[in-house]
């Protein structure tokens, strides 16, 4: 089989730290959010249920779909470019394999780019891009689990994260748990492996939550002034 003997370098990604402080919550929700809608404007209100939700599925996301490992058989679910320096797109459907993962959680791996997999390639591809964008044929029941949270998640979202609220209005309670069946849940809780996956999900929301790892900078700053 032929390969480049040139080593791949992974693009420059922001520091940890500046990734976290980026899935914080705006400074606009410390005000409202979400202990009072009414005095949040709309537009920032349905803003904060959003990064919340993106929040709590990049800290909880890895509790479902575990980390990638050394040897770890991949496949493309849909096109995307590589985190390489010089990023090349990745054909829906390309196998590879896991070479190695870094102190980020990025993964170097080595795809098959034609269809008698002799001709491989080296790429990039940093962590939460790999949630996205790449399934693991090993790992089936995960993607399951994952699928299924996703979509619990969109059901929340397409109510404004108006959980309370809804209880209130028969219409609004309706259209959420008809959202909520198409997830599949049910399906996904007569599986052992799938319900414990779930629960791990439901677990790390409300931690996350009480670690204030979501939270807007300034209400961790007036909060700290307090004390």
């Not at 979400?34 to 990049?58: F, G, T, V």
Request: hydrophobic letters at 35%.
């Amino acid at each position: 089989s032929s390969s480049s003997s040139i080593a791949v370098q992974k693009a420059v990604r922001p520091l940890p730290k500046d990734i976290l402080e980026a899935y914080r919550l705006d400074n606009d929700c410390a005000g409202c959010y979400p202990d009072n809608r009414a005095a949040c404007a709309e537009d920032i209100w349905d803003r904060c249920c959003s990064q919340e939700i993106a929040c709590h599925e990049y800290h909880c996301l890895e509790e479902v779909l575990g980390k990638l490992q050394a040897n770890t058989k991949v496949r493309v679910r849909e096109e995307f470019m590589s985190d390489d320096e010089e990023p090349v797109a990745i054909a829906k459907g390309t196998a590879g394999k896991v070479v190695r993962v870094d102190g980020q959680g990025d993964a170097l791996i080595k795809f098959t780019v034609d269809e008698v997999g002799e001709e491989v390639a080296k790429h990039w591809v940093f962590r939460e891009k790999g949630w996205k964008f790449l399934e693991l044929p090993e790992r089936m029941v995960r993607h399951q689990a994952a699928k299924m949270v996703k979509c619990l998640d969109k059901c929340v979202l397409d109510q404004s994260c108006n959980m309370l609220e809804i209880q209130k209005f028969p219409k609004k309670l309706k259209k959420y748990e008809a959202c909520m069946k198409k997830c599949k849940m049910e399906q996904c809780r007569s599986n052992e492996e799938c319900a414990e996956l779930f629960q791990a999900y439901a677990s790390c929301k409300p931690r996350i939550h009480q670690s204030g790892e979501c939270s807007p900078r300034s209400k961790l700053t007036s909060g700290t002034a307090e004390l």
